[in-house]
């Protein structure tokens, strides 16, 4: 016998349906113009989740105490089952689903603010700054090596620059070694395939690896945030637990590369594809902290945020979303609002009117609010500014109707990016 049907709505969205996925701005547009919620399967999932489609709604719920990232703090209910879910869905082995689930962006309360505490002085838009020396030279220096790496004058800027910037810069910081680099890149790769059991053997070797680089930095501390994350486990050890900091390295080192490099590759296509757009740039740099701005918004790699549960029952955009029921914020969905951002298609470097305001969602909202977002941004004014004044005659190698992207529900991320010098 099926469940009684729902009726706050009759569809029930695919997110890997093909026209979704290969065009998620006209399929939310839609979504959104016809009910403030609606109902989506995730990939392997059992129970549908609502998606928050508005802008206002989006930064409500995102700053709504009553939504929380972990199912256990849902009086009454099970979490066992929900856990299960997730772990069969993303193909985790169960027995390393500790260091997956345990993530401050799962953390609620004071746990949350225990986890991100620890962390935060790294990311203070001060210590960023500071970084921002490196951050170009590093830039430079890959931009050197672009020329020679050219095959035909053609050159894959995924694979030789936008890829590599970000996993350096986050590596030097957490504290990798060099030649640990391009397993890290390996490994994050794998965690976003859709093939079923691609993250076990990734898992299990990230694992390892945190673990070996731990016994290491312990002998031998450094400046760097594997050391200050020992010191907070040795020194005070209640603060942070065996699990949580492996946990923590994995988060930040994943969080903080695959998004950026894609923030970097879809910002080089969309200003490529925008001669108009391009020239401004081109003639004011000035502008450039408004551009990753507008180009975040337009085409943020994220597209929507980690589910939250309602602890009890209540509205959304006038809705009832019931206690324990599951909610995703489409962070595209609410970036392509026409009731926040007039004309939301066009791509408009000059669209903030102070140039600094941050009034889109990609990097979410609320307690969650990304912790990388000042480097992010950095990563990406560095590196657009770079590569524009080094190849004045940078040009797309392929038709912009051929540019590939990944399959990825919920990411806006190209498979590669093949660009004339
Ligand atoms: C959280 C996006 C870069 C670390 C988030 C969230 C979003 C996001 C949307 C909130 C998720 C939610 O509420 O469910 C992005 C994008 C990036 C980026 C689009 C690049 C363009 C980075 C970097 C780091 C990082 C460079 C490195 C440290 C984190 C962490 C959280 C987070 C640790 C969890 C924060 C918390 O739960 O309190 N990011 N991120 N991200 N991001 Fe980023």
Redesign the pocket.
């Known amino acids: 016998m099926s469940a009684p049907a729902d009726p706050r709505t009759t569809e029930t969205v695919d997110l890997l349906d093909p026209g979704l996925l290969a065009d998620p701005f006209g399929g939310y547009a839609r979504m959104r113009e016809e009910a403030p919620l609606v109902r989506a399967l995730f990939p392997g999932a059992a129970s549908p989740v609502w998606l928050v489609t508005r802008y206002d709604d989006v930064k409500r719920m995102?700053s709504d105490q009553r939504f929380v990232?972990d199912p256990a703090n849902v009086p009454g209910m099970d979490v066992g089952d929900i856990r299960r879910q997730i772990i069969r869905a993303r193909g985790i082995p169960p027995e390393y689903a500790k260091y997956i689930l345990g993530?401050?962006?799962d953390?609620d309360g004071a746990d949350?603010m225990r986890?991100?505490r620890l962390?935060s002085r790294a990311?203070t838009a001060r210590r960023v700054a500071g970084l921002r020396p490196r951050v170009a030279e590093i830039t430079e220096s890959l931009l050197d090596g672009l020329p020679a790496a050219a095959e035909d004058g053609v050159v894959d800027l995924l694979e030789r620059f936008t890829y590599p910037l970000?996993i350096t810069v986050?590596c030097e910081l957490v504290g990798i070694p060099e030649e640990d680099r391009p397993r890290w890149r390996s490994w994050g790769r794998a965690l976003v395939s859709t093939e079923p059991g691609a993250m076990a053997e990734p898992l299990r070797e990230m694992v390892a690896h945190i673990g070996e680089l731990i016994v290491r930095r312990r002998a031998e501390p450094e400046d760097d945030l594997l050391t200050g994350l020992i010191r907070a486990h040795d020194e005070d050890g209640d603060r942070l637990s065996d699990v949580e900091m492996v946990t923590m390295v994995l988060?930040?080192v994943l969080?903080?590369?695959e998004?950026?490099a894609?923030?970097i590759g879809n910002g080089v296509a969309a200003l490529l594809t925008h001669p108009g757009q391009l020239a401004l740039l081109r003639d004011d740099p000035e502008l450039m902290p408004r551009a990753v701005h507008e180009l975040?918004r337009r085409y943020?790699?994220?597209q929507m945020?980690?589910m939250?549960y309602a602890t009890e029952d209540l509205t959304i955009g006038g809705m009832p979303v019931r206690r324990g029921e599951a909610v995703t914020?489409v962070?595209v969905s609410a970036d392509h609002d026409p009731r926040e951002f007039p004309d939301p298609d066009r791509l408009d470097i000059t669209r903030e009117p102070d140039g600094r305001r941050e009034n889109h969602?990609?990097?979410?909202?609320?307690?969650?609010?990304?912790?990388?977002?000042a480097?992010?941004?950095q990563?990406?004014e560095v590196a657009l500014g770079a590569l524009l004044r080094r190849f004045p005659d940078l040009a797309l190698a392929v038709d912009p109707a051929d540019l590939e992207r990944q399959p990825l529900p919920g990411a806006w991320r190209l498979a590669r990016l093949p660009v004339r010098l």
């Open positions: 995102l990232n993530s401050v962006l953390a949350h986890l991100r962390v990311f970000p986050i988060t930040i969080a903080g590369h998004t950026t894609h923030l975040m943020g790699p994220v945020t980690r939250r914020a962070l969602v990609g990097f979410g909202h609320g307690l969650h609010y990304c912790l990388g977002a480097l992010a941004r990563e990406a």
